[in-house]
């Protein structure tokens, strides 16, 4: 037997799953069937509204969010692009805006404003209520990437003799607006945070009982000042949904959820595959950075790393005779350098990502060197064995030259990958991002050591 739904409840059905006909709600729009447009919007996701607006013409763009619901406006503007937010922002009346910014979460409206130009920002704060505008300016000292600067004030707070009646009768009143209700916590008439509660704990007690013999006194939180990623580490670590945030007297101040950390962890993610690609960080997308804007990210560390690898040209020169006596020498450096170079890398990118997750901290420098020379130690000798072999078919009356390589292969895999290890260890001790000691450094400071050691071992052995 074959079940089926009807047409609408399928239409439905796509439309949580978020599948919708871009085509239609295009053609509804350009017909100017506003009517039907608007009453299928009012059934969309926010995210699938924001992504519509964002692909029409610029004209369009207010047309169809001025046809948006009330409720579901705010929701949608916080999704849009810095650039669309700006568009509206100056299309729209005061009232309206006002209307906007009292709708938005604090944190949403806090990461506008950061992005946008200074004279608008004066527009949005002239135009909301002056509790929000305290609120925001509050926010907007916090230093940049820490825990204040990302967190949230619509949390619910409740208070330790409250009944779990009364709490409930609170969540309900209050909750509309809050950023999550599952999580709630406890303070004291001084705002200092006491404890934690969920709906759970709740739900599974009876109405009369106290809230302070259900909390959670064992609180994880965040101060106000503390790195983001230290925020993000706090909820790898005990797989949290919300972090309460207090300032330095123990007050809470606010919440940080899941969803922006989800956004941290994903800048701080792209930040070090740009640093470790030699590029200075970029907050916009790339098809939205110029191109000189690009450029000069690149440039400053394409010139580091260019006047660097001139102490691989110095090295050179410094051996020119041992090169004039055995030119053999000459065709095993690509070899030697990039085989280096790649086993720095592979040494290097695993320390950083350690790190970054929290496996490795910098008291395991030690252990971490020792476990890296002797895996260097294998991938040499294997790789050596297998060169040897080679080398000893192509060149069978070169043994010393062939000795010379192997040896050397040997020791410049285990010191790439001491080095590649230890470097970003160093950078961190250094309270620098240990990105920066990535591939395109690494492989300069390696390509230097490994020929010093193959130049130094050759006339050693060749007697030159």
Not at 21 to 34: A, I, K, M, V
Not at 290 to 306: C, D, F, G, H, Y
Request: charge should be negative; aromatic fraction near 8%; glycine fraction near 4%.
């Amino acid at each position: 037997m074959v079940l089926s739904c009807p047409s609408t409840e399928m239409e439905e059905i796509d439309m949580a799953m978020g599948n919708f006909d871009w085509e239609l709600l295009t053609e509804l729009l350009e017909n100017r069937q506003f009517r039907k447009l608007r009453e299928t919007m009012a059934d969309m996701n926010e995210v699938d509204i924001a992504e519509f607006i964002e692909e029409q013409e610029l004209e369009k763009k207010v047309l169809v969010y001025r046809m948006l619901p009330k409720e579901l406006a705010a929701d949608v503007f916080s999704f849009l692009e810095v650039e669309d937010q700006e568009h509206i922002i100056n299309s729209i009346t005061d009232y309206e805006l006002g209307k906007i910014i009292e709708d938005l979460y604090v944190d949403d409206a806090v990461d506008m404003l950061e992005e946008l130009p200074a004279i608008v920002v004066k527009r949005v704060l002239k135009n909301a209520a002056p509790d929000t505008r305290a609120l925001i300016n509050q926010f907007l000292q916090y230093p940049e990437n820490s825990a204040g600067s990302i967190m949230t004030a619509e949390y619910i707070g409740l208070k330790r003799n409250m009944t779990v009646e009364q709490a409930f009768a609170y969540i309900r009143e209050n909750g509309v607006d809050k950023e999550t209700i599952y999580t709630c916590f406890v303070t004291d008439s001084k705002r200092q945070l006491q404890g934690v509660v969920t709906v759970k704990d709740l739900l599974m007690n009876p109405y009369h009982t106290i809230i302070k013999d259900i909390m959670d006194e064992n609180i994880i939180y965040a101060v106000t000042t503390e790195d983001q990623e230290e925020v993000v580490e706090a909820f790898n670590k005990y797989d949290l949904l919300c972090l309460p945030v207090v300032d330095h007297e123990d007050r809470l101040v606010g919440i940080v959820t899941v969803d922006d950390v989800v956004e941290v962890m994903e800048q701080e993610a792209t930040e070090d595959f740009e640093k470790m690609a030699a590029m200075l960080p970029s907050e916009k997308p790339y098809l939205k950075t110029s191109v000189l804007e690009l450029a000069k990210n690149r440039i400053p560390w394409l010139l580091l790393l260019m006047f660097t690898s001139l102490l691989t040209g110095a090295i050179l020169v410094t051996y020119e005779n041992a090169l004039q006596v055995v030119p053999l020498l000459i065709s095993f450096i690509p070899m030697l350098m990039d085989t280096s170079g790649n086993c720095g890398n592979q040494s290097s990118t695993m320390v950083i990502r350690g790190m970054a997750v929290g496996d490795i901290e910098l008291r395991d420098v030690v252990k971490v060197a020792w476990k890296e020379l002797r895996v260097g130690f294998l991938c040499g000798l294997v790789l050596a064995a297998a060169n040897f072999a080679r080398l000893f078919l192509q060149y069978p009356d070169q043994i010393l030259v062939n000795l010379v390589v192997v040896l050397s292969l040997v020791l410049t895999v285990i010191l790439a990958k001491t080095i590649g290890c230890t470097l970003p260890m160093l950078a961190k001790r250094m309270n620098l991002d240990p990105a920066i000691m990535a591939a395109p450094l690494i492989t300069t400071i390696v390509d230097a050591c490994s020929l010093m050691i193959y130049f130094r071992l050759a006339c050693a052995l060749l007697k030159i």
